[in-house]
């Protein structure tokens, strides 16, 4: 087994992260609009995903690595509206409770293949 597939297979609920990124940006002018876009799509091509609306998540294997995705959010916040990140372990992401009406859903698991750079 390679050293990144044994780092893999090594990650701890307890140590592994969720960033997540709430957001609420204001869409009345044209203007608006389009920072409200490229933020969103910024979210995307980083690797997040919806969650609900305006709130976007993203897992990462370490502190360090959410650290590295806070430091490009901060790069990329429009000029107006109110962007929040919560950093939570993967096992109290784990521990979400996720109603659809009525019924309770689970929440989203780790992605399938982790993006090592």
């Not at 790069?75 to 992401?93: A, C, E, S």
């Not at 521990?95 to 993006?115: L, Y």
Request: aromatic share 12%.
């Amino acid at each position: 087994m390679t050293r990144k597939k044994q780092e893999v297979a090594k990650l701890s609920p307890y140590r592994s992260m969720w960033v997540i990124a709430m957001f609420d940006l204001p869409v009345d002018t044209g203007e608006n609009r389009k920072a409200y876009t490229t933020f969103r799509k910024k979210l995307l091509n980083e690797g997040f995903m919806m969650l609900q609306f305006s709130v976007y998540a993203r897992f990462c294997s370490s502190h360090d690595s959410a650290s590295t995705y806070r430091a490009r959010i901060k790069k990329v916040l429009p000029p107006n509206g109110q962007v929040r990140l919560i950093y939570l372990t993967d096992h109290q992401f784990g521990r979400m409770e996720v109603f659809n009406g009525k019924k309770r859903t689970s929440p989203e698991g780790k992605p399938k293949q982790i993006m090592l750079f």
